[in-house]
């Protein structure tokens, strides 16, 4: 992921109405990104990404 998919990616998460946790590890991703630490911030984002799907999906399936 280069570092504009990246960078959008926590835009496009940051957005979203996500849980403490998640939103922590979504921030914390920013700031590692910010530091030039893109790999460990691609990593958590990925992991962030997969579980806000897991959590919609869930949401979805309570909710039909």
């Known amino acids: 992921m280069t570092e504009q998919t990246l960078t959008a990616?926590?835009?496009?998460?940051?957005?979203l109405d996500l849980d403490e946790h998640l939103r922590q590890s979504v921030e914390e991703a920013a700031d590692l990104l910010a530091e030039g630490r893109v790999?460990?911030?691609e990593a958590l984002i990925e992991n962030a990404d997969a579980r806000a799907r897991q959590a919609?999906?869930?949401a979805g399936s309570v909710n039909a």
């Not at 990616?9 to 957005?15: P, Y």
């Open 56 to 58: 919609q999906i869930v």
């Open 9 to 15: 990616e926590i835009v496009r998460l940051q957005k």
């Open 39 to 41: 790999l460990e911030a």
